[in-house]
């Protein structure tokens, strides 16, 4: 969806080498997509759930 | 000595086989870099841009990357006149996650979207910036 929308920023995070940055974000568990820092899910989802969880962020303001 | 196979090669040459666009993968890394997960990963890359031309791979010091990626070792992105693509990585995908990581490089290469229309739709009205953070691990 980054490369979609310039309004879009998408980093994919190797918890394992960043793990003090994983336990900020509170992963337990992978994958652990998270959403300006609001908006969280778990597992790998449809996009249909995935572009919900981001609207949804993108609606509680950033 | 190749680090993809016969098998992975053919997996990386079908998903690539409608690429039209120029991906530069930007591999910005600390300043000694002797890491075996490195080394590794490096030779994987160079096995795929030997197979697609349109891939690229352009590896930068922490230094000299002018803050491209907020952590080392990571990946940009770009296209070759340096547009940014919005995508990063922290970390070198490996295992698993390096499938992943072809995969939105052969998004980036692809001639349009291949997300659903409506939600290109919805992604042409967003009204604010998000940022996605995804966290996995290698396996």
Known sequence: MALQSPRVTVESVDAAHFGTLAGLYQVRGVPRIVFNRRVHVEGAVPEGVFLDNLLAAASAGG | ?139
């Open chain 2, 1 to 139: 000595m190749a680090v993809l196979g016969d098998r992975d090669r053919q997996a990386v040459l079908q998903l690539f086989a409608d690429a039209a666009q120029p991906v530069e993968v930007r591999v910005v890394v600390p300043g000694t870099p002797t890491a075996a997960e490195r080394q590794g990963f490096r030779a994987a890359v160079q096995e795929v841009v030997e197979l697609v031309p349109l891939v690229s791979v352009r590896e930068l010091g922490a230094d000299e990357a002018g803050g491209l990626v907020e952590r080392v070792p990571g990946i940009a992105l770009m296209r070759p006149d340096g547009t940014d693509l919005r995508v990063r990585f922290a970390g070198l995908p490996s295992g698993y996650e390096f499938s992943s990581f072809l995969a939105a490089v052969a998004d980036a290469a692809a001639p349009e979207s291949r997300l659903q229309p409506k939600t290109v739709e919805a992604l042409e009205g967003l009204a604010a910036d998000v940022h996605i953070k995804v966290f996995s691990t290698p396996t």
